[in-house]
């Protein structure tokens, strides 16, 4: 079992920044990929980011060169580093994980085994 915790969220103005970490305890271990999830009310789960087993991130294009994952493994945590955030990024964000061995790119929430409880992200405009 894999337990994660996010923290980070909050309220913030149009074209500010928040850092997102998501952290891991138990059964963690380098071979597994992990994701970023948002869901806004009446709105579907919809895939923000992801960095492979072998450490490669890639994004959704509504965030692309807006937002930056990053993973320190000696820490058992994943960032997302969010910049010039918008009105529309308002939601309730969820770090996923899953074991993977390969450098595979995962994009559906059903592709992931763990998830976070979520952190709300609120911008203003």
């Known amino acids: 079992q894999v337990q994660l915790v996010e923290s980070g969220g909050g309220l913030v103005q149009a074209g500010g920044f928040l850092r997102l970490s998501c952290a891991a305890s138990?059964?963690?271990?380098?071979?597994?990929?992990m994701g970023w999830f948002r869901q806004a009310p009446g709105k579907e789960r919809e895939f923000v980011s992801g960095?492979?087993?072998?450490?490669?991130?890639y994004y959704a294009d509504s965030v692309k060169g807006r937002f930056t994952l990053s993973r320190d493994n000696a820490k058992n945590t994943a960032y997302l580093q969010m910049n010039s955030l918008k009105p529309e990024d308002t939601a309730v964000y969820y770090c996923?994980?899953?074991?993977?061995?390969?450098?595979?790119?995962?994009?559906?929430?059903?592709?992931?085994?763990?998830w976070g409880q979520g952190t709300q992200v609120t911008v203003s405009s």
């Open positions: 996923a994980a899953r074991y993977s061995y390969y450098s595979i790119a995962y994009y559906n929430p059903s592709d992931y085994t763990y």
């Open positions: 138990g059964r963690t271990s380098s071979s597994y990929a």
């Open positions: 960095i492979r087993a072998s450490g490669l991130t």
